[in-house]
C-alpha cells in the first residue's frame, strides 16, 4: 500500500505565501516523479507542479514564477512553496507520485486564498 498525506493548506489573504508538504509512505520503492495538482470550484484537476526523482521539475504556467517545487528523496517528502497567492489560485491541492508506472493520489488539502 502506498499512502500520501499532504499538509499545510489554509486559508491566506491575496500576495501571501503557503507551504505545502506530502509525505509518502508504504511500498514506495521505485518512486520516480511527484508533485502536486489542483482542482478548483467547477473546474477540472490540473497540474501545478512535477518534480522527478533526479530534480527535473515542470511547472504549469499557472505558477511559473510564484511557486516552487522541492522534494526530499531521504524523506520521500514533496515540498510546493507558493508565494504571491491569488485568489484564483483557490482549489484542493492533491500531491501525486508515480511508483513502478502506477499513479497514486493522497486526499488533498484546501487552499483558499481571499481578496
Known amino acids: 500500500q502506498v499512502q500520501l498525506v499532504e499538509s499545510g493548506g489554509g486559508l491566506v489573504q491575496a500576495g501571501g505565501s503557503l507551504r505545502l508538504s506530502c509525505a509518502a509512505s508504504?511500498?514506495?520503492?521505485?518512486?520516480?516523479?511527484m508533485g502536486w495538482y489542483r482542482q478548483g470550484p467547477g473546474k477540472q484537476r490540473q497540474l501545478v507542479a512535477t518534480v522527478a526523482s533526479g530534480g527535473n521539475t515542470n511547472y504549469a504556467d499557472s505558477g511559473k514564477g510564484r511557486f516552487t517545487i522541492s522534494r526530499d528523496n531521504a524523506m520521500n517528502t514533496v515540498y510546493l512553496q507558493m508565494n504571491s497567492l491569488k485568489p484564483e489560485d483557490t482549489a484542493v491541492y492533491y500531491c501525486y507520485a508515480l511508483i513502478r508506472l502506477m499513479g497514486y493520489w493522497g486526499k488533498g488539502t484546501l487552499v483558499t486564498v481571499s481578496s
Open positions: 508504504g511500498t514506495i520503492s521505485g518512486m520516480n516523479t
